[in-house]
């Protein structure tokens, strides 16, 4: 009912900046908040940024001053701006997460929805 697709992802050296784009689209009523996730080789996925349909914005404490998020309430679309990646632990899968209503056969429906990911490699 809802699909969430990434893009934006890629290689960059130490220093460099990538900005991830999520749009959503489907049988979308109503995007509550909507988020970054990021799951680097061997790790648990974990909380990069979330941010609700308010604007109110959370980081995690390893890119706080370095990562922002922002979404278009018109495009449906949350980005992720990344500068000043210098950290290997950056080197990850990011996933875009999104807290939809829908409105299926006369009944809403809230669901978290996520996309298929988009890897992200820091390296010289």
């Known amino acids: 009912q809802v699909q969430l697709v990434e893009s934006g992802g890629g290689l960059v050296q130490p220093g460099g900046s990538l900005r991830l784009s999520c749009a959503a689209s489907g049988s979308i009523f109503r995007i509550n908040a909507m988020g970054w996730y990021r799951q680097a080789p061997g790790k648990q996925r974990e909380l990069v940024a979330t941010?609700?349909?308010?604007?109110?914005?959370?980081y995690a404490d390893s890119v706080k001053g370095r990562f922002t998020i922002s979404r278009d309430h018109t495009k449906n679309t949350v980005y992720l701006q990344m500068n000043n990646i210098l950290k290997p632990e950056d080197t990850a899968v990011y996933y875009c997460n999104a807290n939809v209503q829908v409105l299926s056969s006369g009944n809403f429906y809230t669901d978290d929805y996520w996309g298929q990911g988009t890897r992200v490699t820091v390296s010289s």
């Open positions: 941010i609700t349909n308010g604007g109110r914005t959370n």
